[in-house]
């Protein structure tokens, strides 16, 4: 599992309410990334790290936060949380562009 | 940019029966191309990626996938499943060069039946 952790791995929630969801690995991997899974649009990258203090959108950014202030944290917040973003969401590291990417368990979040 | 188009949603197939589900690919830049598989109420796990070389690759559990470069295509197959082969596959391209980023196909649900 390349030393993924994410956190939690379930979590319900309130319309409007900010949610952070943790992803902490342990071997020092520079990219990592935020990925939410929905049936019928497999996985949709979200955000990306490249390095400490660097991120860079994805293709479903909007209403999602990322920080990283070190290299084995990846914290993703939905800084007001709406029903459209219940969903898994993944978080993965990656070596080189060239293999495979490594994912955490997953955390299942429900927005009602 | 990339997209990754998986042709079938959902395949049913019977136990020991051949199968190929099928991947399409758009890219203005060379890509890498992989297969990822994952089992219920789990991450994914690769089975198989194509980097350079011979079109045809081989990965674990007996899947088998060729690259077309002239259909943008990655079809996987395997000779006969097994019941335990039921799970989700997702096709993903990440570009050579540039910003690293791995972009999946939709899903196909592959269920076996025995």
């Known amino acids: 599992d390349a030393g993924i952790t994410q956190s939690p791995r379930h979590k319900v929630t309130e319309t409007g309410t900010p949610v952070t969801l943790r992803c902490h690995q342990t071997?020092?991997?520079?990219?990592m990334y935020w990925y939410r899974q929905d049936p019928g649009h497999g996985l949709r990258l979200i955000h990306y790290s490249y390095g400490v203090k660097d991120t860079d959108k994805g293709e479903v950014s909007d209403g999602y936060s990322v920080s990283r202030s070190k290299t084995e944290d990846f914290l993703l917040t939905l800084e007001s949380a709406t029903s459209s973003q219940t969903s898994v969401y993944f978080c993965?590291?990656?070596?080189?562009?060239?293999?495979?990417?490594?994912f955490g368990q997953g955390t299942r979040l429900t927005v009602v | 940019a990339q997209s990754v188009t998986q042709l079938d949603s959902q395949v049913p197939v019977f136990e020991e029966a051949p199968v190929e589900l099928r991947c399409n690919y758009s890219?203005?830049?060379?890509?890498?191309l992989f297969w990822y598989v994952q089992y219920p109420n789990q991450g994914l796990q690769l089975l198989l990626k194509?980097?350079?070389?011979?079109?045809l690759v081989k990965g674990i559990n007996g899947f088998e996938a060729e690259f077309n470069k002239s259909q943008t295509s990655f079809h996987l197959r395997k000779p006969s499943v097994h019941i335990s082969d039921t799970a989700e596959y997702f096709c993903a391209v990440s570009p050579q060069s540039g910003a690293q980023k791995l972009v999946f196909g939709q899903g196909t649900r592959l269920t076996i039946n025995p």
């Open positions: 194509y980097l350079s070389g011979s079109t």
């Open positions: 071997e020092n991997h520079r990219y």
């Open positions: 890219s203005s830049v060379s890509v890498y």
């Open positions: 993965a590291i990656i070596e080189g562009q060239n293999t495979e990417a490594f």
